[in-house]
């Protein structure tokens, strides 16, 4: 049975999601995620996407990701295909890199939004890998706390609905985060 074509809408945001064949690692020190940042920079730049929120895991990927008007597989591909190609040349295996296509839901709400935001920054502390958020490097959150980041990271939606002004939305982001661990 064939696979359902996923809906495009231009300017819609995702939560995606690319997992490692068999939850196997994908990444494999600071390198990996270094490469996979250029990688995904890269993509971006190409498909005029908008990054809001990452956290990249050992064997998986979590991004809150914008579209413009290249649908998200085409972004989700190139970074798939360029990662896997650049990692099978360094490790002794064949076969896929990623378990399947990338899953993707599309965020409907400002508040789903915020929510996601959350979830994608407490993910290394709910895996066990960090005991806070601040404490693990490979995601935005620092970027959220410090209200800069690599170019390609974009955080005024999110911080905009945090409050008015850049002191507002800090504060905003520091009481959301604060709920979550509130409900943990």
């Keep these: 049975m064939p696979r359902r074509p996923r809906v495009h809408a231009p300017g819609a ?22 490469a996979f940042e250029e990688i995904l920079a890269a993509a971006l730049a190409r498909h005029g996407a908008r990054l809001h929120a990452y956290c990249w895991m050992t064997n998986h990927v979590h991004l809150a990701i914008q579209v413009d008007s290249a649908p998200l597989g085409r972004v989700m591909q190139l970074v798939a295909s360029r990662y896997a190609r650049r990692k099978q040349r360094h490790i002794p295996t064949t076969g896929h890199l990623f ?21 994608i920054h407490l993910n290394p502390v709910r895996a066990g890998i960090a005991r806070t958020a601040e404490r693990y490097r490979w995601s935005s959150h620092r970027a959220y706390l410090s209200q800069s980041g690599p170019p390609w990271l974009t955080l005024e939606l999110a911080m905009s609905l945090l409050g008015r002004t850049a002191h ?4 905003g982001y520091l009481r959301l985060m604060g709920e979550a661990a509130d409900e943990d």
């Design 99 to 119: 378990e399947r296509r990338y899953l993707a839901r599309l965020v409907d709400s400002d508040r789903y939004l915020l929510a996601l935001v959350r979830y």
């Design 168 to 171: 507002q939305g800090l504060d």
């Design 13 to 34: 945001l995702y939560h995606a999601v690319l997992r490692g064949n068999h939850r196997e690692a994908i990444f494999h020190g600071g390198a990996d995620f270094l």
